[in-house]
């Protein structure tokens, strides 16, 4: 299936995340001019294993948290080097959330 094929709202996220694969993350980072590479699969990883586990994206704060295991204090300053235009606009979008709604869009 490629991405042409997925149902997404008119801000490019996925309408049913359950479609999400890593080919997909991969068109949608394309798409957002994201060259992945495993800092950013790490993130990614960790949000599909939340997702999966409480049917709603981590919040940012998450996010950090599991990143910060491995790469201490900076995690914060790292997940907005990986996702420079904010975690929902793109981390979000690549894992295959649904947009947030309630969250701003940093």
Known sequence: MTIDMLERDAEGY?????????DVARALAE?????????HWD????MREYY????VAA???FVIKHLAERMGRDAQKKLFELFPYGYV???CKIA?????????TG
């Open 14 to 22: 996925l309408i049913e995340p359950g479609d999400w694969n890593e």
């Open 31 to 39: 798409e957002e001019n994201i060259q992945l590479n495993d800092d």
């Open 43 to 46: 993130a990614i990883r960790f």
């Open 52 to 55: 999966d586990e409480h049917q």
């Open 59 to 61: 919040d940012a704060r």
């Open 89 to 91: 606009k793109q981390a």
């Open 96 to 104: 295959g959330m649904r947009r947030p709604r309630a969250w701003s």
